[in-house]
């Protein structure tokens, strides 16, 4: 079963430029480098300094193998260092037929 989910972020004003060339970096490696990753995308959200990913992955397993990923610890800890707060995680389920 898929896990997909949505991860909000606000950035610090004098790290969004070097958040932004991470966040494309770690995008691009994520998509030559996992097959089982279904969707992987950051956006620029309306508020000054938020932004998003979403992620969606094939299974816990494929989640599993995008946090152990060399490219995630080469960009994941420099990216953490832009936040301002953190990240809140909301996970996205597909409605079901009745």
């Not at 430029?17 to 494309?24: G, I």
């Amino acid at each position: 079963m898929a896990i997909t989910f949505i991860a909000r972020m606000k950035v610090y004003a004098e790290k969004e430029k070097q958040f932004r060339q991470l966040c494309h970096h770690l995008e691009a490696a994520v998509t030559k480098a996992e097959p089982d990753t279904l969707f992987y995308k950051f956006y620029r959200l309306d508020d000054p300094l938020h932004y998003a990913v979403i992620e969606s992955f094939k299974d816990e397993a494929a989640e599993e193998v995008h946090m152990n990923a060399e490219h995630f610890k080469k960009y994941g800890p420099d990216m953490i260092a832009c936040l301002d707060g953190g990240y809140h995680r909301e996970y996205l389920h597909p409605i079901e037929p009745e």
